[in-house]
């Protein structure tokens, strides 16, 4: 039925009546026409917004659309002809009058009736105008070449020869080798290699395209583009907390690709939608997802994570700033903000899974990390699901509190900030309180059936019953709001909220209290009190759950493990949030230790040598515990129970609270005692006191040895029990104390089973009760007022994967220290078999809203995922799940001009040093057409024309003139001249000399010192790390704490795409060379290489490893003299550090 209103609502909003537009011409054209059209029409279309044509309305301007037909609330106009917000206020307060209520009624009323309005007509902005001529976006055009005519060197000669410069001649066969070597491996050429004679050339190209060694330098540039790193960007996060565990199998897939040479469509539709291609399981393919999931966290905050996914999507591939029209549409290029928003859609329709795939094979020695992993993953799982059906219920069972604040209150930030929110347990959570205002907003307006009479008495209404019936209005809406009769927007709030929640609750509640009253009849009479189950919340009744626990340094029930607690409240006595708990503590080195809240105090605790706890008191054993036995017996494995208590940590539990629940008088505290640490790495201190006596007390207690069975008679007297662990020796690394069935076994008298066979008769007639109360109940699957909090459309509704936003500050860090150590478990295992980053399609789709403005919780017209219009004018909807695939294949659409010109220029770009166009991620309005558009286009037509083989066009470059030339300039007039005409080589008359990249250069040091280990794919290293021979692109990549070395020398910025690295000369690159600890190592080593019987044969050998050159007789002779006072080292040194070295001409 609900259901069918919704559609009944929708379609009134698009069926516009001649009535409509008799209102519109009556009341909304002259109003509009009075106070908007100076501005906002055909002769001034100030913010690209035009209100003369409904085009323009839909449409919008810089903000967005301006109206969304029948959602007045979302509506930009609505917003701003209020003057809610400072800064969108229409007419501006300079220009003319606010709009009067009356009027802002009227402009609400069409909206919500579906904005009907018969101009019609189409305008165009001056952008999309100009796009339609710009040279990037029109198809490309190949140009004729002579067939005898080298294609590129016949291209450039045109704007050479009309500006009258002559290009320089070919560079001698050892300086072209060399750079030849350097562009395709990275590496200098060997010595075999430079003895090449040039008509050899065009086979030393396809040796080295040929090369292993050419998809690690050419992965390199891929990876800068791609902002590839290691490491996560979290704050505060060290070591294996900051590591991506297998970022390294997308560095390595990029690396395969561009050796096996995939076309660059394929290599495309990998990255963004590897999971829908037709690959084997466990393809190493699947790993090429990392190009999406493998960006910066913006500590969680989902919509800059997608932001920068569009970003590294549209500018890396199609050379777009598609990000600068999140907010509004973009300023310089023919992207609306629907176009973003369709795109947004892609992105947030797909996450990324906890269970990777796996992409390698499992060695005998990754079994132990299989098991581990998957055992994770289903603790992740189990809790994810707890968590969010307990969240779920608190959120559901609030429903008054929230509608109370919506009621009475004005939306705050925190409501809004969801992303940093750190709140306790019992706090309401802001989002949805934020939500719950979005949808009264939405459905509080007179005849909706459930809401109506929201809307008119908030206005000040009457209570109508007759009228309301005849609108429709769900009767118990009405019962509920006569009997009550609200006075006040709280008392409202008040009957709503206690109406839903019971329509949706109360057969839940009923439920589970039967289900406690039996499980609590069941246990009366076995005389046992299971403390264990105090710590999971629990009245020691029941069976306990495991995982629950009590914060030690807030007294809060929470669920989870947490690692180290540092807190400022130590030796502070703080009351538990179990009433049968009376308190916790974190004992330190004072003489005195309150230990209950009647400040009962002892003054014999053994002293903790630390300021830090360490894990919860839990349920079950704590974290990082080895072993749970006693004696041989397994205290996790039912029917056993126990109690972990990591060091330091106390808490009181109330035995008066105790027996006023359970009618008992004396009894006694049982249990077994044990350290569920590594043997022989710690001890603890165990004392235990009853009202403030010490009853036991064991120093030393070490790991894994025999347990006591302790015994501690209760009086009816007795009040507190104290249980207290701190570290015997070396602090809290290893000192996990336990409990074994902690009880309180009370007496079987027959005083005492006439009690529990009253209290059983007490319980079998409340549990009657009960069931006749729910079966009377209406089902909530079928009830219109419970569907409310249960539809997935109910604000108090989220995604089980937006889970973490709404917990607590406790449960939150619990939660996602379960996650971090799923992270850790693959780091610290070395022998995991690798696994992809990928990203999947959720389960549940849905198309995204413009959020106006930019601004999540202002959301507008839905758009359809779909490709940029500028470049498919004729798109459809993206038709196969979230849309990856579709997206790829549209960018690689061999029609798609900018994708080839963006990749082509690109290539161009790492082959001379410069690119044809200026930026080369930014193909948009704002850059004049290159000077060498005409060779962009025959390169991109090339790369199409070969399947888009990325090695053809490497070899077409390669091969030209213009790639051959050499860098020295003659010192002749003529060249001196035209030198000044064309200073920064844009016609490419000669080659550019350069500096080597941070990769090149380390790699180069390294091989010259003989140090250089080859292997190839797999972990990531440290780069400073002193053992670390590797090359450069298998250091791990930073985020944060950046080594010396890729500060200094121009390394790609991580946390974003980079185009084109800077290059700069700075004093500290000077000091790296002559002070760095490793130059000085790889000069040693290359020292120890070199050292021969006579000095002019080392000088031979360091001018061949360094220089890959025999030297000259003056350079010998210089040799000689430097050797004559100063060491080997230094000598091997000033080589590895001269320009020769560190330059390619």
Known sequence: MRTFIILLALLSCNVSSAEDYDFFESKIRPLLSKHCY?????????????????????????GGPAIVPGFPEK????????????????????????????????????????????????????????????????????????????????????????????????ADAGTLIRRLSYDLTGLP?????????????????????????????????WLDVARYSDAKDG?????????????????????????????????????????????????????????????????????????????????????????????????????????????????????????????????????????????????????????YGETLYAARSRTTEHLVRVATTEPDNTETTIFFLS?????????????????????????????????????????????????????????????????????????????????????SVIRDKIKSLESRSAELGKGIINLADLMAGGDGLGKGEADKAINPVTGETTTGSTSSIDAGNFDTYLPAENPYVDGVFIP??????????????????????????????????????????????????????????HANKGFTIDIAAIRALHDFEQGEFKTVIGHGGAKDMSTIDVAIYLDGERRYFQPAFKAQQSGPELSIPLSENSRFLTILITEGTDGNSHDQGFFGNPRIEIGKDAQYQAKIRAQRDAIRREIETLEQQYSSTPDPREDELAQVLLDNSSPVWFPKRRLYFYLGRTDKDAYRGLLNSLDSIAVSNANAADRAMVMVDKSDLTDPAIFQRGDPTQLGNTVPRQFLKILSPDRKPFERGAGRLDLAHAIGDRDNPLTPRV??????????????????????????????????????????????????????????????????????????????????????????????????????????????????????VELDREDNNRRTIYAFVERQNLPNMVQVFDAANADSSTALRPTTTVPQQALFA????????????????????????????????????????????????????????????????????????
């Open 38 to 62: 100076e501005c906002h029409s055909e002769t001034n279309i100030e913010g690209r917004l035009r209100l003369d044509i409904k085009a323009g309305l839909l449409r919008g301007g810089n």
């Open 75 to 170: 509506s930009l106009l609505i917003k701003a002809v209020r003057h809610t917000d400072s800064s969108l206020q229409m007419p501006p307060a300079d220009f003319g009058e606010k709009l009067t209520s009356t009027q802002i009624k009227l402009l609400e009323q069409w909206i919500l009736t579906g904005a009907a309005d018969p101009r019609e007509g189409e305008f165009e902005t001056e952008i999309e105008q100009n796009a339609k001529q710009h040279w990037a976006f029109l198809p490309i055009v190949k140009a004729e070449v002579p067939k005898e005519r080298h294609p590129v060197d016949y291209l450039l000669e045109i704007n050479q020869q009309e500006r009258g410069l002559q290009p320089l001649p070919t």
């Open 189 to 221: 050429p060997t010595l075999e290699e430079l003895e090449t004679p040039l008509q050899d050339y065009s086979k030393l190209i396809d040796k080295y395209l040929a090369s292993e060694h050419y998809g690690e330098r050419w992965a390199r540039h």
């Open 235 to 387: 704050v505060l996060m060290y070591g294996d907390a900051r590591i991506r565990p297998f970022a390294y199998t997308y560095r390595d897939y990029v690396i395969r690709a561009f050796n096996q040479d995939i076309p660059y469509d394929q290599f495309i539709a990998e990255q963004l939608a590897a999971d829908q291609l037709d690959l084997p399981e466990n393809s190493p393919a699947l790993s090429a997802m990392g190009f999406l999931t493998l960006g910066r966290l913006f500590d969680n905050n989902i919509h800059d994570v997608i932001d920068d996914q569009i970003d590294v999507v549209s500018r890396g591939l199609l050379g777009l700033t598609v990000s600068c029209a999140r907010c509004h549409d973009h300023k310089f290029d023919p992207i609306p903000t629907a176009d973003y928003y369709s795109l947004y859609g892609v992105f947030a329709n797909s996450e990324e899974p906890y269970d990777r795939p796996r992409v390698g094979e499992i060695t005998e020695e990754g079994k132990a990390f299989e098991d581990a992993y998957n055992k994770k993953l289903q603790e992740i799982a189990d809790r994810q699901s707890k968590l």
């Open 423 to 507: 709140l306790t347990k019992d706090q309401l959570r802001p989002q949805i309180t934020y939500a719950w205002r979005q949808y009264i907003a939405q459905h509080a307006r007179t005849g909706h059936r459930i809401f109506g009479p929201w809307a008119d008495l908030m206005q000040g209404g009457e209570l109508t019953p007759d009228l309301w019936k005849e609108q429709g209005i769900e009767p118990r809406v009405i019962s509920a709001l006569v009997k009550d009769k609200p006075q006040s927007p709280e008392d409202i709030a008040k009957v709503y909220g206690e109406l839903l929640t019971n329509s949706w609750g109360l057969r």
């Open 588 to 645: 330190q080195q004072k003489s005195s230790q309150i230990i209950s809240s009647t400040g009962l105090a002892i003054h014999d605790a053994p002293i903790g040598n630390k300021t830090a706890s360490w894990d919860y008191i839990k349920y079950g054993p704590s974290q990082g515990f080895t072993s749970s036995s006693i004696n041989g017996i397994d205290y996790a494995a039912e029917p056993n129970w126990m109690m972990g208590l």
């Open 903 to 1020: 990749w082509a220029n690109r290539i161009w770009l790492h082959h001379f040093g410069t690119p044809l166009v200026e930026n080369p991620s930014d193909f948009g309005l704002r850059n004049e057409p290159p000077l060498q558009l005409q060779l962009l286009d025959y390169l991109a037509a090339y790369l199409i024309s070969n399947d888009y083989q990325t090695k053809a066009l490497h070899r077409l470059i390669l091969t030209s003139q213009a790639y051959q030339r050499t860098s020295f300039i003659p010192d002749t007039t003529k060249f001196l001249r035209q030198n000044e005409i064309d200073p920064s080589n844009q016609y490419y008359w000669r080659f550019n000399r350069r500096r080597l990249d941070l990769e090149q250069m380390r790699d180069s040091l390294l091989l010259a010192s003989g140090l250089l280990d080859r292997t190839m794919y797999g972990r990531p």
């Open 1074 to 1145: 002559l002070n760095s600890p490793f130059i000085e190592r790889v000069a040693h080593n290359l020292a120890t290489r070199i050292e021969a019987n006579e000095p002019s044969h080392s000088i031979e050998l360091a001018y061949k490893h360094t220089l890959g050159r025999a030297p000259t007789e003056n350079e010998i002779s210089l040799g000689l003299k430097f050797l004559a006072t100063n060491e080997l080292v230094d000598f091997a040194q000033a080589l590895l550090i001269s320009n020769e070295f560190w330059f390619v001409d």
